[in-house]
């Protein structure tokens, strides 16, 4: 039975991760940090089924530790602060959790598993005001965020202990990706919940930013079968993960809202306090080198992923409203 170690396991992918490792017979060790009370929420399903290592990305010492009990044939390091807006009023944390992080795991490896198989989560934001359209692994990265330049930083980390150890150390360069797991602060499902509210009477307005910028989004459920596919190569390599098609925050809005018959525009105000310093206009992969050396494919398209997420929000604030009136009622 093969052991795979997944940092950032409670997280939108860590948790889908997870569960396709399990479904495929691994033994899924999960990083989680040591806090008075733990989120599990998008791991309740499995939560029973992994084992579960307190460490800290910021301590070596712990991680080692990590590496040691787990003794993984495959290391998934995908913990980082990975809200963007956040970067800005918290450069250091993000440095420190997003990029030097990335070398207390891979320094953790080579010297407890050296021949465990490693994966490291990069982003496109590591294009940010991009030279070419479309991105594909060799465009030149430049960041418009203190998290897109941390994440170049794990991302040439990860290269040099690739070449300089002889480690079997890649980066899957994944675009947006979505999902209704996807935390609150994101913009997607900052839409899908707004949506989901205003249909029920819960909120009566969204403000929300630059609505012409141009994602490529993508359902993480089929971002982390690429990941797994890029470990079960013979030779490490970046890749690029992507639908290759482009839509805008509006174009976002107008689906999210359509699909619950509203009309986006009676509702969503522009609030300049939700407009990036340094703003990223487009980004747009092309993945056709995962596609032809991996085997990747997509599942899931722009329309269907945004009317999941719409659904699964419904869903869920349906059970508040009910549960808050049986406590009303129990109250009384």
Same mark, same amino acid.
């Given at each position: 039975m093969k052991?795979? $170690?997944?940092?950032?396991?409670?997280? #939108?992918? &860590?948790?889908? $991760?997870?569960?396709?490792?399990?479904?495929? &017979?691994y033994?899924?060790?999960?990083?989680r940090r040591r806090t008075s009370t733990p989120n599990y929420e998008n791991c309740k399903q499995i939560k029973d089924r992994i084992r579960w290592i307190s460490a800290d990305l910021t301590d070596l010492a712990s991680l080692i530790e990590a590496v040691k009990l787990s003794n993984p044939d495959e290391v998934y390091n995908l913990a980082a602060q990975s809200?963007?807006?956040?970067?800005?009023? #918290? @450069?250091?944390?993000?440095?420190?959790?997003?990029?030097?992080?990335?070398? +207390?795991?891979?320094?953790?490896? %080579?010297?407890?598993?050296?021949?465990?198989?490693?994966? #490291?989560?990069?982003?496109?934001? /590591?294009?940010?005001?991009?030279?070419e359209t479309p991105q594909k692994e060799t465009t030149p990265f430049y960041p418009r965020s203190p998290y897109g330049a941390a994440k170049v930083y794990g991302h040439w980390i990860t290269? +040099?202990?690739?070449?300089?150890?002889? /480690?079997?150390?890649?980066?899957?360069?994944?675009? +947006?990706?979505?999902? @209704?797991? %996807?935390g609150l602060e994101f913009v997607t499902r900052k839409v899908s919940d707004a949506a989901a509210r205003i249909k029920l009477g819960l909120q009566q307005e969204l403000r929300m &930013? +630059?609505? !012409?910028?141009? %994602?490529?989004?993508?359902?993480?459920?089929?971002?982390?079968?690429? /990941?797994?596919?890029?470990? #079960?190569?013979?030779?490490p390599d970046d890749y690029v993960i992507s639908t290759g098609e482009m839509h805008t925050v509006r174009e976002l809005l107008e689906t999210a809202f359509s699909y619950v018959d509203l009309d986006y525009k009676?509702?969503?105000?522009?609030?300049?306090?939700?407009?990036? @310093?340094?703003?990223? !206009?487009?980004?747009?992969?092309?993945?056709?080198?995962?596609?032809?050396?991996?085997?990747?494919?997509l599942?899931?398209?722009? %329309?269907?992923l945004v009317h999941m997420m719409v659904d699964e929000d419904l869903k869920r604030v349906k059970a508040e409203i009910q549960f808050n009136e049986s406590y009303t009622v129990a109250a009384k």
């Open positions: 052991r795979a $170690l997944i940092t950032g396991v409670t997280g #939108q992918d &860590g948790s889908y $991760l997870a569960e396709f490792l399990l479904d495929k &017979g033994e899924v060790y999960g990083v809200f963007v807006a956040a970067s800005w009023p #918290q @450069p250091i944390a993000t440095a420190e959790l997003t990029a030097l992080s990335v070398t +207390n795991m891979l320094e953790a490896v %080579r010297i407890m598993k050296p021949s465990a198989k490693f994966y #490291q989560a990069s982003s496109s934001e /590591m294009f940010g005001k991009v030279v290269v +040099n202990y690739r070449e300089s150890f002889d /480690m079997f150390a890649c980066s899957g360069i994944l675009f +947006n990706h979505e999902s @209704p797991r %996807r &930013g +630059n609505l !012409d910028s141009l %994602r490529d989004w993508g359902f993480a459920g089929d971002y982390v079968k690429a /990941m797994w596919l890029m470990l #079960q190569q013979d030779e009676d509702y969503v105000v522009i609030d300049p306090e939700f407009v990036r @310093p340094a703003e990223v !206009d487009l980004l747009l992969g092309d993945c056709t080198k995962a596609k032809e050396k991996l085997g990747w494919k599942e899931v398209g722009f %329309r269907e």
